[in-house]
């Protein structure tokens, strides 16, 4: 009922800007955290960064000062703005939601299918 589908990855050189985004759709009460984690090849999965429904953000430290994550309610959007890259952050990166969908059911954690992106020389 609730899909999440995020676009905007693809290959950058070093030190070059990527611009994530992620749209909620379907049945939808309410929508509270919202962010993106990532995954790299043989690493496990991590946060990046989160941003609850007061639009107050945290970062991991390793992207702190060059990734920012915004938010619009109305569209049910969740961006995530990648600046000054490094091939360190290449990841398959997944964008999630916790979404109400009902007042007679608790939210639930939502989960889109990932983008890739690729920092490389």
């Known amino acids: 009922q609730v899909q999440l589908v995020e676009s905007g990855g693809g290959s950058v050189q070093p030190g070059g800007s990527l611009r994530l985004t992620c749209t909620a759709s379907?049945?939808?009460?309410?929508?509270?955290?919202m962010g993106w984690y990532r995954q790299a090849p043989g690493e496990q999965r991590e946060s990046v960064a989160t941003?609850?429904?007061?639009?107050?953000?945290n970062y991991a430290d390793s992207v702190k000062g060059r990734f920012t994550i915004t938010r619009d309610h109305a569209k049910k959007t969740v961006d995530l703005q990648m600046n000054s890259l490094k091939p360190e952050d290449t990841a398959l990166y997944y964008c999630?939601?916790?979404?109400?969908?009902?007042?007679?059911?608790?939210?639930?954690?939502?989960w889109g299918q990932g983008t890739q992106v690729t920092v490389s020389s």
């Open positions: 379907g049945t939808i009460l309410n929508i509270y955290n």
């Open positions: 999630y939601a916790r979404i109400r969908r009902s007042i007679l059911r608790p939210a639930e954690t939502n």
């Open positions: 941003i609850d429904n007061s639009d107050t953000a």
